[in-house]
């Protein structure tokens, strides 16, 4: 039931977010060059690995993140604009709407047994981390939250939490961790 929601809640809104994602794409391509997309390893459902694409928001080159994120990647990424391909992982099955948001394969062996459990359910564009404070909050809250959302998940929490995403999108609340323009590297 649930993924044939996201397939419909996604298929319904093409002629609003497909335009949308080839006008940010126009705009990365001429702000940023070449290699508009963003792709990363991340893990899914089952402890299984697939490809994350969003659009690109810093610049190649070397540096650590800060350095290297422009001030049209900052935008991007405080609107959440940056995310909208994920829809594209959505319809393919790799991802939900809602859910556990997947983190980079370099991370699966660092978690604990309660940590993996966010594993337990397809990862999502946004979750009940995202709406309780989404980068203000820390490693140990995120995953807390990762495992409180797999064991209470319903069709009505889903609704919930796509409704306060989209007031969390508004408000560009909780988009950074500190003074730091990206989450710190969990290291376990």
Same mark, same amino acid.
């Not at 694409?53 to 422009?70: A, H, I, N, Q, Y």
């Not at 062996?109 to 359910?121: A, D």
């Not at 946004?126 to 998940?153: C, H, I, M, P, S």
């Not at 306060?164 to 988009?175: F, N, S």
């Given at each position: 039931?649930?993924?044939?929601?996201?397939?419909?809640?996604?298929?319904?809104?093409?002629?609003?977010?497909?335009? @949308?994602?080839?006008?940010?794409?126009?705009?990365?391509?001429?702000?940023?060059?070449?290699?508009?997309?963003?792709?990363?390893?991340?893990?899914?459902? *089952?402890?299984?690995?697939?490809?994350?694409?969003?659009?690109?928001?810093?610049?190649?080159?070397? =540096? *650590?993140?800060?350095?290297?994120?422009?001030?049209? =990647?900052?935008?991007?990424?405080?609107?959440?604009?940056? %995310?909208?391909?994920?829809?594209?992982?959505?319809?393919?099955?790799?991802?939900?709407?809602?859910?556990?948001?997947?983190?980079?394969?370099?991370?699966?062996?660092?978690?604990?047994?309660?940590?993996?459990?966010?594993? %337990?359910?397809?990862?999502?564009?946004?979750?009940?981390?995202?709406?309780?404070?989404?980068?203000?909050?820390?490693? %140990?809250?995120?995953?807390?939250?990762?495992?409180?959302?797999?064991?209470?998940?319903?069709?009505? @929490?889903?609704?919930?939490?796509?409704?306060?995403?989209?007031?969390?999108?508004?408000?560009?609340?909780?988009?950074?961790?500190?003074? %730091?323009?990206?989450?710190?590297?969990?290291?376990?």
């Amino acid at each position: 039931m649930k993924r044939i929601f996201d397939v419909a809640l996604v298929v319904a809104f093409l002629p609003l977010w497909v335009p @949308l994602a080839l006008v940010v794409a126009l705009a990365v391509r001429v702000f940023l060059g070449k290699g508009v997309f963003f792709f990363q390893r991340r893990t899914g459902k *089952d402890g299984k690995a697939f490809n994350l694409v969003k659009f690109r928001t810093m610049k190649e080159g070397p =540096g *650590d993140d800060s350095e290297r994120l422009t001030r049209f =990647g900052s935008l991007l990424r405080s609107t959440s604009l940056d %995310e909208i391909p994920q829809l594209w992982n959505v319809l393919k099955g790799d991802m939900s709407l809602v859910g556990p948001r997947p983190l980079p394969v370099e991370y699966l062996p660092r978690y604990s047994p309660e940590q993996n459990r966010r594993h %337990e359910v397809r990862p999502g564009l946004t979750g009940l981390a995202q709406v309780r404070g989404r980068n203000e909050l820390g490693w %140990e809250e995120k995953f807390r939250y990762d495992v409180e959302y797999v064991d209470t998940r319903s069709f009505a @929490l889903d609704l919930r939490i796509l409704a306060l995403t989209a007031i969390k999108v508004i408000l560009r609340r909780g988009i950074s961790h500190g003074a %730091e323009s990206t989450m710190s590297e969990f290291l376990g």
